[in-house]
């Protein structure tokens, strides 16, 4: 595989050792979540400079789960990005319906849910692909800022996850998107690092209310990813993405995507209440330093 101009963090030495199709999202679909009705809120993705340079997390779980078979509800606050996702996968002969919603709302949480439903039928997976930084540190956080992020990144994970434990089919699947933040504190961003390190403890009680219906709980924690998020924390502090890092590279979406895929597979079916790391190991200390 020849190395791709797409992600220049990373040398073609490199790319060529580490990268591989499933990395860049080339690989083709084996029908993994042939049938399967997944609701991914948060699925579309912020605007950039460079568009094709690269892709959103939510954006690339929605592309992977239709390629693989999966019926896709695509929703986010941005109707417009949703329904470019939607094209993205219908482009691809995929099928996937765009939905409006804000989770900051909770009534629009529900709405979501029955738009999804009444769109795709009984869902089997929900992805909680959502959550907001606001850049302030301990000494210039004010309740109010507080409760905005907290709010978005904890408070509707928990409204997703009661409705998904009624809602979805018996057997069903969900995950929770938490960050490398939630174990570290060098972002100096407390409000986002305290609501996804609350997320594993969230994830372990939706996983055991979900025992009675078989219904999963699981967390992904992403690391570095050369996402627009990802590039738009770096331009804010350059540092970012100069450190040390495993492969010497930032990860990419599709490497996230496809551990979610996983998780809401029913190849992950005695995986429950855990927290993965997708991080190629830098909260382990694993990184090239020279």
Same mark, same amino acid.
């Given at each position: 595989?020849?190395?791709?101009?797409? /992600?220049?963090?990373?040398?073609?030495?490199?790319?060529?050792?580490?990268?591989?199709?499933?990395?860049?999202?080339?690989?083709?679909?084996?029908?993994?979540?042939?049938?399967?009705?997944?609701?991914?809120?948060?699925?579309?993705?912020?605007?950039?400079?460079?568009?094709?340079?690269?892709?959103?997390?939510?954006?690339?779980?929605?592309?992977?789960?239709?390629?693989?078979?999966?019926?896709?509800?695509?929703?986010?606050?941005?109707?417009?990005?949703?329904?470019?996702?939607?094209?993205?996968?219908?482009?691809?002969?995929?099928?996937?319906?765009?939905?409006?919603?804000?989770?900051?709302?909770?009534?629009?949480?529900?709405?979501?849910?029955?738009?999804?439903?009444?769109?795709?039928?009984?869902?089997?997976?929900?992805?909680?692909?959502?959550?907001?930084?606001?850049?302030?540190?301990?000494?210039?956080?004010?309740?109010?800022?507080?409760?905005?992020?907290?709010?978005?990144?904890?408070?509707?994970?928990?409204?997703?996850?009661?409705?998904?434990?009624?809602?979805?089919?018996?057997?069903?699947?969900?995950?929770?998107?938490?960050?490398?933040?939630?174990?570290?504190?060098?972002?100096?961003?407390?409000?986002?690092?305290?609501?996804?390190?609350?997320?594993?403890?969230?994830?372990?009680?939706?996983?055991?209310?979900?025992?009675?219906?078989?219904?999963?709980?699981?967390?992904?924690?992403?690391?570095?990813?050369?996402?627009?998020?990802?590039?738009?924390?770096?331009?804010?502090?350059?540092?970012?993405?100069?450190?040390?890092?495993?492969?010497?590279?930032?990860?990419?979406?599709?490497?996230?995507? /496809?551990?979610?895929?996983?998780?809401?597979?029913?190849?992950?079916? /005695?995986?429950?209440?855990?927290?993965?790391?997708?991080?190629?190991?830098?909260?382990?200390?694993?990184?090239?330093?020279?």
């Amino acid at each position: 595989m020849e190395p791709k101009s797409s /992600y220049p963090f990373v040398s073609a030495e490199d790319a060529l050792r580490q990268l591989f199709d499933t990395s860049l999202g080339l690989d083709q679909g084996r029908g993994r979540l042939k049938g399967r009705k997944v609701l991914v809120a948060g699925a579309g993705q912020r605007s950039t400079p460079d568009p094709e340079s690269t892709i959103g997390n939510g954006r690339a779980m929605s592309i992977l789960f239709a390629k693989e078979g999966g019926l896709v509800g695509c929703a986010d606050i941005d109707v417009a990005a949703a329904q470019s996702t939607v094209d993205l996968i219908a482009a691809a002969g995929g099928r996937a319906v765009a939905i409006a919603a804000d989770v900051a709302k909770p009534e629009e949480i529900h709405s979501m849910f029955d738009q999804a439903e009444q769109s795709l039928g009984v869902l089997d997976a929900v992805v909680a692909n959502v959550g907001i930084a606001n850049g302030k540190n301990l000494m210039t956080e004010t309740s109010e800022t507080w409760d905005q992020v907290l709010n978005i990144n904890l408070r509707a994970h928990m409204l997703i996850g009661q409705r998904a434990l009624s809602s979805l089919s018996p057997g069903g699947a969900i995950l929770l998107i938490s960050s490398l933040a939630s174990v570290s504190p060098t972002g100096r961003n407390p409000a986002y690092e305290a609501s996804k390190a609350a997320l594993s403890a969230l994830c372990r009680a939706q996983a055991l209310e979900g025992q009675a219906r078989g219904i999963r709980a699981n967390a992904l924690a992403p690391g570095l990813l050369d996402t627009p998020m990802g590039r738009a924390a770096s331009a804010r502090s350059p540092s970012r993405a100069t450190r040390p890092l495993p492969f010497g590279r930032q990860g990419t979406a599709w490497e996230m995507a /496809y551990a979610a895929l996983f998780l809401i597979s029913r190849e992950s079916s /005695y995986v429950n209440a855990q927290t993965i790391f997708v991080d190629g190991g830098l909260g382990s200390g694993v990184a090239i330093t020279s």
